[in-house]
């Protein structure tokens, strides 16, 4: 049965396959309005989501599919001290497909490994967000026309920020990507990401923590949030969470085509006067992530049928 937990259990060529479809889903919806009737898609989701968990809901409608599921681990028998494995092999009798999102990183993992049905990670602790990345991707294609050749900057909250080591994982396997860390000291990207995906695979990258100063070098800067729940100590949150806010003055010497991402929700890491700026990409990112969701709905449940 094949899921998605990670970026790289879905190889390019697969994502490359996706991005078609998603593009075809945005210039010809009707084709798709009754792809998935009479499947269900259960969303459970042990931890809050507004993107992930309503742009699931909305695919799985606008594929002609029904929704099963819920939004918060107290309103599931989880809350009672029921298993991640007895809660995948319980709702592989009343869907077709799982989207799930939990605090704990492995999870998703460990209900595919129990289910009898796809399990798509929503997000999984400061691990992955592989669907994120997906949205990441249609927005990079969609904006630069393509994933080589590019210098991507990372700022904010590398070590917490799960939808960084996706994109990171994701883009590695494209040539000529380079990769600038902007961060805090006590936020760097976690070192088993540095070993086992950048040098592993070659990739030039600089840590800084200086935005302004690596700014004009950007194709794409990915600004991130600091992530609050991750942290043991309020104190560092707030001492940290302020780090970097980008706003119009900080993007005067950036390229013109510049594509600003951010996997959103925003606090403060993002002036809303940028918002104006046509080189903010993060709405676009939203809606992308839909039509990402739709492709992947699509393929694990025509996988799931052969
Ligand atoms: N980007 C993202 O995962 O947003 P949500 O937490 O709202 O799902």
Do not use: W
């Not at 086992?196 to 794409?220: C, F, G, H, R, S």
């Not at 001492?239 to 929700?265: F, G």
Request: aromatic share 8%.
């Amino acid at each position: 049965m094949k899921s998605l937990i990670d970026i790289i259990d879905l190889t390019p060529q697969e994502i490359d396959q996706m991005i078609e479809t998603a593009c075809d889903i945005i210039d010809n919806p009707k084709k798709y309005s009754e792809k998935c009737k009479g499947k269900k898609l259960a969303t459970l989701f042990f931890e809050p989501s507004t993107r992930t968990r309503l742009s699931f809901e909305a695919a799985m409608y606008e594929l002609g599919g029904n929704v099963i599921g819920f939004s918060e681990a107290n309103s599931s028998s989880a809350a009672k001290g029921e298993s991640v494995a007895d809660t995948a092999k319980t709702i592989s009798c009343y869907a077709d497909i799982i989207a799930m999102r939990h605090p704990k990183e492995g999870a998703p993992f460990v209900a595919s490994k129990n289910a009898s049905i796809p399990v798509i990670n929503a997000g999984d602790g400061g691990h992955n967000h592989p669907t994120q990345t997906l949205a990441d991707l249609l927005t990079i294609y969609r904006e630069k026309g393509g994933f080589n050749n590019l210098t991507i900057g990372f700022c904010g909250d590398l070590k917490f920020g799960r939808t960084v080591h996706s994109l990171i994982n994701a883009m590695a396997r494209y040539s000529g990507i380079k990769v600038v860390l902007i961060s805090p000291e006590e936020l760097k990207v976690p070192s088993y990401v540095k070993k086992n995906v950048l040098k592993a695979n070659d990739i030039p990258y600089i840590q800084t923590t200086n935005l302004e100063e690596v700014m004009p070098q950007l194709d794409v800067l990915y600004m991130t949030r600091v992530q609050r729940e991750r942290f043991f100590n309020e104190e560092d949150y707030l001492r940290l969470k302020d780090s970097y806010i980008l706003d119009l003055p900080k993007l005067a010497n950036a390229k013109e085509d510049l594509c600003i991402m951010h996997p959103l929700p925003r606090v403060n890491e993002i002036s809303v006067a940028v918002d104006d700026d046509p080189r903010a990409c993060y709405f676009k990112q939203v809606l992308n992530g839909k039509y990402m969701r739709m492709a992947l709905i699509l393929k694990l449940l025509e996988e799931a049928e052969k």
